[in-house]
């Protein structure tokens, strides 16, 4: 049973840091490329960040030079580190995979910037 399970979210003022976990199973996690979502309220679901299974990564325009997104195999989780941040970075933010031609989503993870 694949699960992906996010945490780390919460709520955070313009110009702070979270750094979101995502925590997987049921795959040969060192295998796979992994990725990060968000969904704004009345916004479709946007790319965020990309990190494939040898480690390279690419980002969205609007999060390049403030996020990074990191993997760390021993442990099976992707991360997602979130430095000045801003109120419109306010979202659902999920993290994905494709395993057996199947993709997985974890249940997402709140981010609230305030002003």
């Known amino acids: 049973q694949v699960q992906l399970v996010e945490s780390g979210g919460g709520l955070v003022q313009a110009g702070g840091s979270l750094r979101l976990s995502c925590a997987v199973s049921g795959i040969i996690f060192r295998l796979n490329n992994m990725g990060w979502y968000r969904q704004a309220p009345g916004k479709q679901r946007e790319l965020v960040a990309v990190?494939?299974?040898?480690?390279?990564?690419n980002y969205a325009d609007s999060v390049k030079g403030r996020f990074t997104v990191s993997r760390d195999n021993t442990k099976n989780t992707v991360y997602l580190q979130m430095s000045s941040l801003k109120p419109e970075d306010t979202a659902v933010y999920s993290c994905?995979?494709?395993?057996?031609?199947?993709?997985?989503w974890g249940q997402g993870t709140q981010v609230t910037v305030s002003a």
């Open positions: 990190i494939t299974s040898g480690g390279s990564t």
């Open positions: 994905t995979t494709v395993w057996g031609a199947r993709t997985y």
